[in-house]
């Protein structure tokens, strides 16, 4: 059986394995009430809205 008659260097492996390596998600998703980005699972800092409520004034009104 082939053995390789050199170690590969950090370099060369590390080259060979970037393209494949899993891309992070950007954490970046778009609020349906006004379309901007925002952060996944939270309010969205331009509308105040989650879950299709305000959620600033709903406080408000509690
Ligand atoms: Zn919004």
Known sequence: MAVPKRRTSKAHRDSRRA?????????????????????PHRVCPNCNYYDGKNVLKNEAEA
């Open 19 to 39: 393209p494949n390596m899993k891309k992070v998600a950007p954490g970046i998703s778009i609020c349906p009430q006004c379309h901007q980005p925002k952060l």
